[in-house]
Each structure stands twice: as structure tokens, then as C-alpha cells.
């Protein structure tokens, strides 16, 4: 069985401070196939490792560079880390390497690491990477006394790297490797998809073509099972999941009934690895050979490939690589003779140390669980895939009614029930809603902003209209998908209950704003979107700077007062500074903040990237920043402004919508007080007016009335705020000195059993 509690983390409180790496030395490589994201993991790694005092080499090539030792294997610097978030696969290289699979080849990656003092790797790859280290791990002191008789090595040589430590982190855009909730590079090829299932979208219906696509994942179906849900394909197909047999006639039925309903496009999905029951391959030209054959539909086959894995990683991969390339520092200075090779994970929003055999056995065993036509339980052992089917159209015996209410944040992919209500609680209480149908809602999931309409009226001052409309429409549950004027909506309809009879329904909110601000929740809708909005305009802006010496940019994002968007899009872009409300300064911050930039730009590091939250402080405007750093820099380094404003809500919905809205992970709560007469139903409890957040790795349904003690309602944020740990991170990465509490980090422990693979949803950086 797996072992399903959370990875026991030690009670001792440290500072990083404590763990000096003087007199270490780390490298870093890259193995296997890139990975989107590795890049920002190799810069973390390098630049924790120098910020604690240790010597770090790039060994170039992976174990292939490893073995030929020489120039493949040199000494990093701070700088030589620079402009490397924002670049696809692995600057330092990646390499197949047979000799590395021989015993003559790890010898000779021992005498290149020995001569070198190197006994700290970092690995970056997939499990058959981290397979190999963990294997040259263990063979470490025999190869050392091998040397030794072969007189290559003295005794001294011997005693000084006598222990090798090994710490991997997983790039793979497959999401293919057990105990981590994501690896390197899967949230940027679902970007990829996406991206190319949207631009297939407008061919499609303008010619009302069928589309068969075939992504990548041999033994993995999580990119074809994501990609489906997020873009609504009609049809997938993964290796862990074949279908029932008898599934060309299901899925032939599907398709003209599509078409019967004037729908002008399908879209089917396939993964390379998809087989059937049988093991037989299902391959992309199989099915689109089944769709002519049999219904004669114009059909088309696209093969993305290697498309996949290039272009710039995501906001996400680029922290999820940061926070991992930390981590893994963390833990090579913190090893003892007696620890075991670890992997470093995500598990929610935490990066946790987890025992790397552990996890590449339990990796291996759905392999063999598939090999052996044991479906259910690879389904089991990757993790709760089930959870994951594409929706489908059900019969629903109550009219529930979807309303958006506050900014437009991607909202369009949860926006899938029976009722539409139109500009939020004014078109309640006016009437504007009206009955929706499955095909009504058809290509939403790709489409930003809300298409329902949505304002920021509060249901106050007109809730007996609103009850009224409930009544007249005979709506029998509410879904509400919005921002801070949601939730506070959310708790005024309820509060209202004793007075009004028809709110006395079951009503939900989920939460979407760009702000990230919503308390009981980690994400919300829309805010990986922005995230990915402010890293891509950073990009540029860097860009249009690499042919201008010393400039210093100041930008703006919005969030209120809540500084996610700045903390978190600073660390993805490698941002100087950044300010936000929560973290209050003063003249003096700003003051050393201008000195580091200047000492920054007598190194080859010649522009630089300041954020500033829209309200962090109501004196220290963008303006009066933008004219201090340009004062202050006079001489050394110019300075520009810009204001992102509401091009980070414009973009299109890019994942989170389909995932929260899409996925059931909490359970409701058992003890509900609701009575269901003649098709009318009665909830008036606290119960029954939740809000449906993220919390870690898990969907949890919580009361709006309890989360009123979480929340700061003059600021409209959580009191407490789980991305604030982040910040000491950027600090450190930008080469500042602060404190950085390793109880923050996941603490090596040992697990009877990895816990199996969760669902992309628990993507909290």
C-alpha cells in the first residue's frame, strides 16, 4: 500500500547560515532528455551553492562529459548563470552516455570528480539518470581503492573523497516519475499543446475538419489526459487508461453526434504509448483511418513531437526549478555519511527530500503493473488519475446556476451547468439569466476573460430581488466563480438565509482572480495565467535590453494589496527587487536596493529588474521609484518604468480554470443539513455555503463563514499567507544577504512507501 501521509518533516528550526559549504565542492549536470525548466534548476543550484561558500562546476554533456572529464568539466560563477531562466532545455548539455554504463566508465568519472574534490552532485533528469548516479553513489569507495591500486590516487586523495553525495531533481515533460506532484518541464509542454491545439481550433471549423494529435508519453499519459481536459477534446487515449473494448464504435457514435449537433470540429488526443486492452498500439493514423472508414469525415493527423520540449519554460517551471535547485543544495550539505541518495519533490506547495530508490521502484512498478495488463493499478500507483476523465455530458436532476463576479480571471473553463447567469449578482437580481446548454458552452475552456459577463455589485442592497429570481427560475444551487467580491457576496447571501427561504440552497465559490488574494485557497483561477503574462513581458523587456548597457527597469503588476503576483513573477523572471504591502519598507531599503544594483553593474551583469506591487506603499509610488533609482544611478545605470496594468488579464485561460473546475479532489462534507422534497431542496447550514480551495495537494471544501477569521477585510487579503516563504529564495538568488529558514524545507525522512503521483492540481508553486 501507499503510504499516503505527508513526508514527516523535522521540529528543529535552522538557518541555512548553519550549514557552511567552505572547503565543498558541487557540480551540476543535466542527463537524459531536456527539459523545459532545467536551465532555472542548474542556475539555483549554482548560485545557492556559491552563496554558502562551496566551489560549483557545470560538468557539460551529462555523464558523457563526466567520463571524458577536461574542459567538460569547468568552474561556475555568478555571473555565468545570468539570462538563463527564460531559456528552453539545457545550456550546459545533456548527453546519452553508454560508457557511463560500464564499470571502465564510472572509473573514469571518479578520477575526473577526484581530481577535482568534487563529492557533491547535483543530477538533473528522469529516473533512468538518477538510477545511474545512485548506482555510482554506491560504488563510489571501490572505484576510489581501484584508482588507488592503479596508482592514479594516493591515500590522501582517498580519506579527502572518501563519501560521495548525491541529490537528484527530475526533469521530465512526461510527469512521469512517483513522489513528486510535477517534474521539470511538464507544465511548459502542456503549454505547447495547448498553444497548437488552440491554433488548430480555427482551422478545424473553418473547414469542419476532425483532428487527430498525437503528444508525447511512451509509458506516461498525463500530457494527452491534461491537455484533453484543458483544450475539451472529445477523445484520449493514454497508456495507463485503454479503453473498453468495442471503444471504435463509442467513440465513431460520439463523433456524429458532434456533428449532428452542428459542432464544426472534434479533437481527439492521443499519447505516443496508447495501447487497448490487448497491447495493441492505438496509434494517431489508426484513428483517423477509423473516423474516413467510417464516417468520412475529413480528418487530419498532427504530430507535435519535439515541439514539446522547446521554447521558454513557464512562470511555474522556472519556480518549481528554483525552489528544487535550492533544495538540493540544502540537502548536499546536510548529508551524513550515513544518508541516502534523495530526490528533491514538490509535494503541494512544499519542496520536500524524498529517498531517490524508493521513488525510481515505485516509478518502475507501474511500468511493470502496464506490462502486465494490471490497468487499475498502474492507475493506481501513478496517482489519482481517475479523477482526471474528460468531462462528459450527465443528466442533472436541479437547476444550479453559474455566475462570474468580480475582474474576468479564466474564468470560461468552469463555467459548464445547466444556468448562466450574466453580469454577476446585478444580472441576478435583474433577471438575466437564462438556461444553458452542453454545445452552448463548447470551446470555452480557451477563451480568457468571461464570457458570462461580470461586475463587482455585491447582492446587499438587492437580496430580495435575487431571492425573487431564485424562486421564479427555480434554481436549486448556486456556483459562484469570482474574486474577493465573490467570497464577500458569497457571505452576505448566506447571512441572509433566515430571511429569504430560496437562498436556503447549496451554494459554492471558486475562486478566480488574478490577485491570487482569496483566503482557503493557495491558487485561484486565473493567477498562473497572469503569472506567465508578467514573466513573458519581463522576457521582452530583458531582450530589448541585451544591446543597452546598464539600465534598470521598474515595473508595475497589479494584485491589490496582496504581493503574489510581483513576489512569485520576480522569482520567475530573476528580478532585482521586489516590493510588496506585506513586507512593509522604507528609504533606507530602497537606498541599499539602489547600491546592490549599482555594485551589480560593475560585473558583466549590466541591466536589471525591479518589481513593485500595485499598492506595496501609497508614498513610494512607481513614479518616486522610478525617479529615485534614476537619480541615484546617475553616472552608472539609466532607468525605465512600466506599468503591466490589465494586459495581465487579457490573455487567454492557459490552465488553471479547467483543473479547479474540472476536478473533485475534497469530498463534500457528510454532515450537511439539507432536505430534498418534490425537486426542492433546503440547506441552511454553514455547511452548505463553502468555498472550494486549494489546499497544499487537495480540493477542500470549507464554509465561507469559517474562513472569516482568515481574512484581513480592509487589505482584502489572508491573514496568512503561504508564498511569503519564498521571498528569502528571490533574496538569495539576486545575491542578497537574509535568512532563510530550512524548517521551511522538506527534511529527509524515511517512508515505508512513496506516495503515489498527484494530480496536476496540486501545482502551488
Same mark, same amino acid.
Given at each position: ?136 553513489r554506491e560504488e563510489w569507495s571501490g572505484l ?288 438575466? @439569466?437564462? #438556461?444553458?446548454?452542453? &454545445?452552448?458552452? !463548447?470551446?470555452?475552456?480557451?477563451? =480568457? $476573460?468571461?464570457?458570462? /459577463? ?71 483561477i486565473g493567477s498562473d495565467t497572469a503569472l ?21 527597469? @521598474?515595473? #508595475?503588476?497589479?494584485? &491589490?494589496?496582496? !504581493?503574489?503576483?510581483?513576489?512569485? =513573477? $520576480?522569482?520567475?523572471? /530573476? ?165 532563510y529558514d530550512v524548517s521551511d524545507s522538506g ?19
Open positions: 500500500m501507499a503510504n499516503n501521509a505527508p513526508p514527516k518533516r523535522q521540529d528543529t528550526r535552522k538557518f541555512f547560515e548553519n550549514l557552511s559549504g567552505d572547503g565543498k565542492s558541487i557540480a551540476v549536470l543535466t542527463s537524459g532528455g531536456d527539459a523545459q525548466g532545467m536551465n532555472a534548476a542548474v542556475r539555483a543550484a549554482v548560485r545557492m551553492g556559491l552563496y554558502v561558500g562551496a566551489k560549483v562546476y557545470f560538468i557539460h554533456e551529462g555523464y558523457q562529459g563526466m567520463v571524458d572529464g577536461g574542459n567538460n568539466i569547468i568552474e561556475a560563477t555568478w555571473e555565468s548563470v545570468s539570462s538563463m531562466l527564460q531559456v528552453g532545455g539545457t545550456v550546459i548539455g545533456s548527453a546519452r552516455c553508454k560508457e557511463f554504463r560500464t564499470h571502465e566508465g564510472r572509473l573514469r568519472a571518479a578520477l575526473n570528480l577526484v581530481q577535482r574534490e568534487i563529492t557533491n552532485i547535483c543530477v538533473i533528469g528522469g529516473d533512468g539518470s538518477l538510477t545511474g548516479a545512485n548506482l555510482f576510489l581503492q581501484e584508482l588507488k591500486q592503479q596508482g592514479q590516487i594516493d591515500d590522501e586523495a582517498v580519506r579527502n573523497n572518501s563519501i560521495l553525495h548525491i541529490v537528484g531533481m527530475v526533469g521530465s515533460i512526461d510527469n512521469d516519475f512517483c513522489g513528486t506532484d510535477m517534474t521539470i518541464g511538464t507544465d511548459s509542454a502542456l503549454h505547447r499543446i495547448i498553444e497548437v491545439v488552440d491554433a488548430i481550433m480555427t482551422t478545424a471549423q473553418s473547414h469542419q475538419r476532425t483532428f487527430v494529435l498525437e503528444v508525447m508519453g511512451r509509458h506516461c499519459g498525463y500530457l494527452a489526459l491534461v491537455s484533453a481536459l484543458a483544450c475539451g477534446a472529445d477523445w484520449v487515449f493514454i497508456p495507463e487508461m485503454p479503453p473498453e473494448d468495442g471503444w471504435e464504435d463509442s467513440m465513431c457514435q460520439k463523433l456524429s453526434e458532434n456533428r449532428a449537433d452542428k459542432k464544426r470540429l472534434n479533437i481527439m488526443i492521443v499519447a505516443e504509448g496508447a495501447i487497448d486492452r490487448h497491447n495493441k498500439a492505438i496509434t494517431a493514423d489508426n484513428i483517423k483511418e477509423l473516423v474516413v472508414s467510417r464516417l468520412g469525415f475529413d480528418t487530419r493527423v498532427t504530430i507535435l513531437g519535439h515541439v514539446q520540449r522547446g521554447g521558454t519554460p513557464s512562470a511555474f517551471d522556472r519556480i518549481l526549478a528554483s525552489r528544487m535547485g535550492v533544495e538540493a543544495v540544502l540537502a548536499l550539505l546536510e548529508a551524513s555519511a550515513d544518508t541516502p541518495a534523495c530526490v528533491v519533490s514538490l509535494v503541494g506547495n512544499q519542496a520536500v527530500r524524498l529517498p531517490l530508490m524508493e521513488c525510481v521502484q515505485m516509478t518502475q512498478e507501474v511500468q511493470k503493473a502496464m506490462d502486465e495488463k494490471k490497468f487499475e493499478e498502474a492507475v493506481r500507483l501513478r496517482g489519482r488519475y481517475g479523477v482526471f476523465s474528460v468531462t462528459s455530458q450527465r443528466k442533472c436532476n436541479f437547476n444550479v446556476a453559474v455566475l462570474n463576479v468580480g475582474a474576468p480571471a479564466g474564468m470560461n473553463a468552469a463555467g459548464h451547468r445547466m444556468f448562466a447567469v450574466s453580469d454577476g449578482f446585478e444580472g441576478l437580481y435583474k433577471g438575466k @439569466i437564462k #438556461e444553458i446548454t452542453w &454545445g452552448d458552452v !463548447g470551446g470555452w475552456t480557451g477563451q =480568457g $476573460g468571461s464570457l458570462l /459577463g461580470t461586475k463587482r455589485t455585491l447582492p446587499g442592497k438587492h437580496l430580495d430581488k435575487i431571492a425573487e429570481q431564485m424562486k421564479l427560475h427555480k434554481i436549486n444551487a448556486l456556483m459562484v466563480i469570482g474574486g474577493f467580491e465573490a467570497y464577500m457576496g458569497l457571505l452576505e447571501l448566506a447571512k441572509a438565509r433566515d430571511a429569504h427561504e430560496a437562498l436556503c440552497v447549496p451554494m459554492i465559490m471558486v475562486p478566480a482572480t488574478v490577485s491570487n488574494n482569496i483566503p482557503g485557497s493557495d491558487l485561484s506567465n503574462a508578467i514573466t513573458h513581458t519581463c522576457d521582452r523587456i530583458k531582450q530589448s535590453a541585451s544591446g543597452t548597457k546598464r539600465r534598470v527597469f @521598474i515595473i #508595475e503588476t497589479m494584485g &491589490g494589496y496582496c !504581493g503574489y503576483l510581483a513576489t512569485v =513573477g $520576480g522569482l520567475a523572471a /530573476g528580478a532585482d527587487s521586489v516590493y510588496i504591502y506585506e513586507e512593509p519598507f522604507d528609504i533606507r531599503d530602497l537606498q541599499a536596493n539602489v547600491e546592490h544594483l549599482t555594485e551589480k553593474m560593475k560585473t558583466s551583469i549590466q541591466r536589471g529588474i525591479v518589481l513593485r506591487n500595485e499598492n506595496c506603499n501609497e508614498n513610494f509610488s512607481t513614479d518616486f521609484m522610478y525617479q529615485l533609482y534614476s537619480e541615484e544611478g546617475r553616472g552608472v545605470f539609466d532607468c525605465r518604468k512600466n506599468i503591466l496594468g490589465h494586459m495581465q488579464q487579457v490573455r487567454r485561460g492557459e490552465r488553471g480554470a479547467g483543473e479547479e473546475g474540472g476536478v473533485n479532489e475534497g469530498a463534500a462534507p457528510e454532515d450537511v443539513a439539507m432536505s430534498i422534497s418534490d425537486r426542492k431542496l433546503f440547506a441552511n447550514s454553514e455547511d452548505t455555503a463553502c468555498l472550494l480551495g486549494m489546499r497544499r495537494r487537495a480540493l477542500v471544501f470549507q464554509p465561507v463563514s469559517h474562513l472569516q477569521e482568515e481574512t484581513d477585510f480592509v487589505h482584502r487579503i489572508p491573514k496568512e499567507q503561504w508564498w511569503l516563504k519564498l521571498r528569502p529564495l528571490m533574496k538569495i538568488l539576486a545575491k542578497y544577504k537574509t535568512s527534511q529527509l525522512e524515511h517512508v515505508s512507501r512513496v506516495r503515489p503521483k498527484e494530480s496536476h492540481t496540486s501545482a502551488a508553486i
